[in-house]
């Protein structure tokens, strides 16, 4: 990792805007032609700080793709049928495989999660470095960056089961954690964030994407900071908390599932498409849904239809098969989202009953069945029974979004996933990648 971090300080600062970031002016900045990372951590110029701003709503997409097929794989959620055999031979540990710690699949997430985090630590060094700002700015820039790095370090325990919390200094990095100590860290990063945003004043001194349309001031991107706040208090056991972050954040019963901020894509220079994208009856690189997933849907639930299409022809390779096929996005340039009502709404649910409030969750859970043209819950009220039907409505309302391999490892049952072939085997985290070995 210290040799990886070496190279990320290098090159995250000089990435493109991306091509649907809104138009904004920069001052001049040392070296144009090549920005250095010492030419910020100094006296850097508001241009400078907001390139970096940039740099991190960039580079957040970085690995996106890669945790939603590869841990979709592995959750049997979907099969990725290309010319890559490890597809559909190491993440389903076929014939007995095991997974490779020096894989595209293990390497990839980490490294994007992590560029991501350098260029949030360059921020708070260049921001707390500098009198181009004012306290109230300073603020600003310190609230974004914190909730944008737990954010990054909840994909990171989610994929891994642990993370590296200290990555400040590549001579001297911290040790890799287990997730109890990497989830209380993402909580003080969110609320050390949302005390940096009361401070911030009315306005950003810099300008987010349109993603962030409606989360682009300290207030409103602090309801943002409050969701993932209750998102990860929830992951850590802590229902009361998470109703109390929740009760600040955009959740809202009755209102659009789909609201909430989103990784947007571009097919300019420096851009990245969305790779979770799929051409429609596309031979050779295809998400293929779990025939699972279709058969244990209950009868018109509106999300089958909604996400996914039967295929022209049935699709198989490597001794599996299946019928239906991704419609979960429309383009390669469709948003893809960090956390939207929808998920906030099953969040609630899963708080209340964490927090014992049986009847508060469960209607919550009717307003997902209901989107989905399914009746009110009729089964048990109670905290088990609740739990699997919050599971199952995940299962559906965030299929193929990296959600489903921790949620079965959280609650114990990876076990309970499908075996394909004779010889498969079931993982439940991806193993940290080898260059953090040494």
């Given at each position: ?166 990555v400040s200094d590549p001579e001297n990095l911290g ?264």
């Open positions: 990792m210290k040799y990886n971090i070496k190279s990320l300080a290098i090159v995250t600062f000089i990435i493109p805007l991306f091509s649907l970031m809104v138009s904004c002016t920069f001052d001049e900045v040392v070296d144009p032609n090549g920005p250095s990372v010492d030419g910020v951590l100094k006296n850097a110029s508001k241009g400078q700080l907001n390139e970096l701003v940039v740099a991190i709503e960039s580079t957040s997409r970085n690995g996106i793709g890669n945790e939603a097929t590869s841990n979709g794989v592995m959750a049997r959620e979907l099969y990725l049928f290309n010319a890559e055999p490890r597809n559909t031979g190491d993440l389903l540990g076929k014939d007995g495989l095991q997974l490779d710690n020096n894989s595209f699949y293990s390497v990839g997430s980490w490294n994007g999660n992590y560029r991501c985090i350098k260029n949030v630590n360059l921020l708070i060094e260049a921001v707390s470095n500098t009198d181009a700002v004012n306290e109230s700015e300073r603020n600003g820039y310190l609230g974004f960056a914190k909730t944008m790095m737990a954010e990054e370090l909840i994909q990171i325990l989610k994929s891994y089961g642990k993370a590296r919390l200290d040790p890799i954690v287990e997730f109890n100590e990497g989830i209380t860290k993402a909580r003080a990063l969110l609320e050390e964030g949302q005390q940096h945003l009361s401070n911030a004043g009315s306005d950003f001194a810099f300008t987010l994407s349109n993603g962030f349309s409606g989360f682009d001031t300290p207030s409103t991107f602090s309801e943002f900071n409050r969701a993932v706040a209750g998102m990860a208090a929830v992951y850590d056991g802590d229902g009361n908390a998470a109703l109390s972050a929740l009760s600040d954040s955009y959740l809202d019963l009755t209102g659009n599932l789909e609201i909430g901020p989103k990784h947007i894509f571009g097919l300019g220079g420096g851009d990245q498409a969305n790779t979770v994208f799929k051409v429609p009856n596309l031979n050779g690189d295809q998400i293929i849904v779990h025939n699972s997933w279709i058969a244990d849907a209950e009868a018109g639930d509106s999300r089958v239809s909604e996400k996914s299409a039967v295929r022209a022809n049935p699709a198989s390779q490597d001794g599996l098969n299946g019928t239906h096929e991704t419609r979960l996005y429309d383009s390669d340039t469709s948003p893809i989202d960090f956390l939207r009502n929808e998920e906030l709404i099953l969040v609630y649910a899963e708080a209340n009953i964490l927090a014992s409030n049986l009847q508060e969750a469960e209607d919550a859970l009717n307003v997902i069945r209901n989107s989905a043209n399914l009746s009110d819950y009729s089964g048990a009220q109670t905290a088990e029974a609740l739990t699997a039907e919050m599971l199952k409505q995940r299962r559906y309302s965030l299929w193929s979004e990296n959600h489903r391999m921790f949620d079965l490892r959280r609650y114990g049952l990876s076990n309970t996933l499908p075996i394909d072939r004779p010889g498969d085997q079931v993982f439940n985290t991806m193993p940290i990648p080898l260059p953090e070995t040494y």
